[in-house]
T-cell receptor, first 111, second 114 residues
């Protein structure tokens, strides 16, 4: 099905740098979720957002639910090698019958 | 608490064969999801169940794919007959109360159709 627009597709950064990625959509979502996928494993939830404007942190990770409800971003501060993986955003709607994933951002961290 | 359990982890078979993927969701989770992941198409939702009842199967690619959930602790995704383009990683996930809640994913089944 139709996916969210997630960018960038990939990032190559140096250890210690900050990272920012985002997801946008042409339609409104009521929930934004951010997942991380390590090689050979399934995605694991990082942060869940349920209100427009909400800013939530999980350690070095911070995510925000855009005011327009059509976007969300994820920031990682002071990256470390174990941050390597694919990060996915997912949006869901109130009617509970529409949920979709972004194409993912592949993050590489050079020590 | 055991997570979502999928089997097998890897499957290699020849085209035309029937393939059955299995999933055991987390106990107490009412929703179960099947996804397919490929480099070209990313993570696609194929079908999901609520209380063992299929709710939305619009993501199932074609009639060769079928999914069942005979009880709250077991689901299968079947492909018959399989084709090389079905090669992908198939994930099962479960959640407590629906699409807006975080989903817990299994480690996936890597399927290769020769």
């Amino acid at each position: 099905g139709q996916q969210l627009n997630q960018s960038p597709q990939s990032m190559f950064i140096q250890e210690g740098e900050d990272v920012s990625m985002n997801c946008t959509s042409s339609s409104i979502f009521n929930t934004w979720l951010w997942y991380k996928q390590d090689p050979g494993e399934g995605p694991v939830l990082l942060i869940a957002l349920y209100k427009a404007g909400e800013l939530t942190s999980n350690g070095r990770l911070t995510a925000q639910f855009g005011i327009t409800r059509k976007d969300s971003f994820l920031n990682i501060s002071a990256s470390i090698p174990s941050d390597v993986g694919i990060y996915f955003c997912a949006g869901a709607k109130y009617n509970n019958n529409d949920m979709r994933f972004g194409a993912g951002t592949r993050l590489t961290v050079k020590p | 608490d055991a997570g979502v359990i999928q089997s097998p982890r890897h499957e290699v078979t020849e085209m035309g064969q029937e393939v059955t993927l299995r999933c055991k969701p987390i106990s107490g989770h009412d929703y179960l999801f099947w996804y397919r992941q490929t480099m070209m198409r990313g993570l696609e939702l194929l079908i999901y169940f609520n209380n063992n009842v299929p709710i939305d199967d619009s993501g199932m690619p074609e009639d060769r794919f079928s999914a069942k959930m005979p009880n709250a602790s077991f689901s299968t995704l079947k492909i018959q007959p399989s084709e090389p383009r079905d090669s992908a990683v198939y994930f099962c996930a479960s959640s407590r109360t629906g699409l807006r809640q975080p989903q817990h994913f299994g480690d996936g089944t890597r399927l290769s159709i020769l």
